[in-house]
């Protein structure tokens, strides 16, 4: 496992998530999928923290929500409305 940026005193779920926020935006579609479910079943800043995550990579990668649209209609239908894609 790669190096974190952060000293080595950090919680578990901070590094968990560091790792998830790098793999995202490197496309994996896991890591994705992760933070759209994220997003489908949280509220207030849980599910801010996974729009936060997921709005550079729909933009980068729209491909990648093509292929996840099937699983979950609503979210990437709710993503694509708060963010749509530029031209």
């Known amino acids: 496992m790669g190096k974190s940026s952060t000293s ?5 779920f901070a590094l968990y998530f ?3 926020w790098r793999l995202a935006h490197a496309g994996n579609e896991r890591a994705v999928e992760g933070f759209v479910v994220m997003f489908e079943n ?3 800043v ?3 923290a996974a729009e936060g995550s997921l709005c ?5 990668q729209p491909a990648l ?3 996840l649209r099937p699983r979950h209609p ?3 239908k ?3 409305a708060h963010r749509p894609l530029r031209k």
């Open 46 to 48: 849980f599910a801010e």
């Open 42 to 44: 949280s509220t207030g």
């Open 74 to 76: 609503g979210a990437v």
């Open 18 to 20: 560091e790792r998830a």
């Open 65 to 67: 929500f093509a292929r």
């Open 56 to 60: 550079p990579v729909l933009h980068a």
């Open 8 to 12: 080595g005193d950090e919680e578990p």
């Open 78 to 80: 709710e993503l694509l």
